[in-house]
């Protein structure tokens, strides 16, 4: 099968990112070409970023100076949209991503594995190339401050588009609007973003976004903004230590694709020393390269799998359990292990239900999430079943962590 490869346009606006920017042009180049990236400077004073800018201008980058003031931030989406329609006259790409400086492009694989090679990219955008919808991504992958394998899973909204499609965006590349169609459709593509930055950075990178915003960054006034950006407030409001504890509440799994693809492109770790250092603070004594230590830290999720048991119902001589699974956000799950005391049994569905709100969650017009499974009510009590223990299971044999169960069931059967 040939192989084709998507002429993809890559747009970013980005202001004193001295850190990311050039690890940002490194990586992406290595997979687009360094002519397909195309690089807004908004008004840069940091003698760093600006020499990387001419330095790797002077190699072949486009690099766009005319945008220098605050407001041409508010205006990003019309900007780089602007830029996009330009190139469409050119007639020579294909496909067009938006994106942030702390943003890299991966996609997710079938198999689960987060893959940061050019060819599986290229796959996956052509695989949509014929499509008129407005494209979304899978998900981001917000880094861990204190580790560079663990990563936090966020459903967010970020749009791409193909060639002859595009008719307009928002500022932060979250809504698009397309000139054919009024639909949406996620892929497989992901992104990395470098979201959790060390606090000093954190901060000042906020500070920049809240100055045209904000009237005053005095703490009582920040806990009362209500307005654009008020994500951002917190950053004024905590500690260092309490951002640390924020951020690792949540869940996180172990990815390594974009570490090894960094050590192969020679691209030093975004904040190496300072996540070092906010690791000694969170967990004073621990070394990064005590990764048993450093895992404990996190709340480890198992991400390949969702899926909630919604409702258990008596019928006649069956217990009918209703729910949704997903395998990857995008593979509804047919087969599944129910767990008693006396043993386990593999159940398959009797029959898949349209489930409007999770296929809006992931994108998809008309794919069946839902479930219906029907288990006498013999064999459940020959299983021992007491509280509902019901697995997903793929058809290599391996079995997925417990669905939640709707408090209401979970004593359903001990109850009857």
């Given at each position: 099968m040939t192989k084709v490869?998507?002429?993809?346009?890559?747009?970013?606006?980005?202001?004193?990112?001295s850190e990311l920017l050039d690890k940002w042009i490194i990586y992406h180049s290595e997979i687009f070409g360094l002519s397909n990236l195309h690089v807004f400077d908004n008004g840069s004073d940091d003698e760093q970023t600006k020499k990387l800018l001419l330095d790797w201008q002077?190699?072949?980058?486009?690099?766009e100076w005319a945008y220098s003031f605050k407001q041409d931030f508010e205006s990003k989406g019309k900007i780089l949209g602007d830029k996009i329609q330009s190139l469409e006259c050119l007639?020579?790409?294909?496909?067009?991503?938006?994106?942030d400086c702390d943003?890299?492009?991966?996609?997710?694989?079938?198999?689960?594995?987060?893959?940061?090679?050019?060819?599986?990219?290229f796959t996956e955008l052509a695989s949509n190339s014929e499509c008129q919808d407005v494209l979304l991504i899978d998900a981001q992958f917000f880094n861990s401050p204190i580790s560079d394998s663990w990563f936090h899973r966020f459903e967010n909204r970020k749009c791409f588009f193909m060639k002859n499609t595009f008719e307009s965006m928002?500022?932060?590349?979250?809504?698009?609007?397309?000139k054919n169609s009024s639909f949406e459709k996620k892929t497989n593509i992901v992104q990395f973003h470098f979201h959790n930055k060390p606090f000093v950075d954190a901060r000042e990178h906020a500070r920049n976004k809240l100055a045209l915003r904000v009237d005053s960054f005095d703490k009582e006034y920040l806990a009362n903004y209500k307005g654009n950006g008020r994500h951002l407030t917190k950053y004024f409001l905590l500690s260092e230590a309490e951002y640390l504890e924020a951020v690792l509440k949540a869940s996180y799994g172990n990815v390594k694709s974009l570490a090894a693809k960094f050590e192969e492109l020679n691209i030093e770790w975004p904040y190496?020393?300072?996540?070092?250092?906010?690791?000694?603070?969170?967990?004073?004594g621990t070394k990064p390269e005590q990764?048993?230590?450093?895992?404990?830290?996190?709340?480890?999720?198992?991400?390949?799998?969702?899926?909630?048991?919604?409702?258990?119902?008596?019928?006649?001589?069956?217990?009918?359990?209703?729910?949704w699974s997903s395998q990857m956000n995008r593979l509804p799950i047919t087969n599944f292990v129910l767990v008693g005391e006396n043993g386990e049994l593999d159940v398959e569905i009797d029959s898949s239900v349209f489930r409007?709100?999770?296929?809006?969650?992931f994108g998809f017009k008309d794919t069946k999430f839902g479930y219906i499974i029907k288990v006498p009510l013999g064999v459940i009590r020959q299983l021992g079943v007491s509280e509902i223990k019901l697995c997903p299971k793929l058809p290599t044999g391996e079995v997925g962590p417990q669905l939640s169960v709707n408090p209401k069931f979970k004593t359903f059967i001990n109850d009857m």
């Open positions: 490869k998507l002429n993809t346009a890559i747009l970013m606006m980005q202001k004193n990112e002077n190699k072949g980058l486009s690099v007639n020579i790409f294909d496909c067009y991503i938006p994106l943003e890299f492009l991966a996609v997710q694989l079938d198999s689960g594995r987060i893959s940061c090679e050019a060819e599986d990219i928002d500022v932060g590349f979250h809504w698009g609007k397309v190496k020393i300072k996540m070092e250092g906010s690791l000694s603070i969170f967990s004073p990764l048993d230590e450093v895992k404990s830290l996190h709340k480890v999720v198992e991400y390949r799998f969702r899926g909630s048991v919604d409702q258990i119902l008596c019928e006649s001589e069956f217990i009918r359990f209703d729910g409007a709100d999770i296929a809006n969650l």
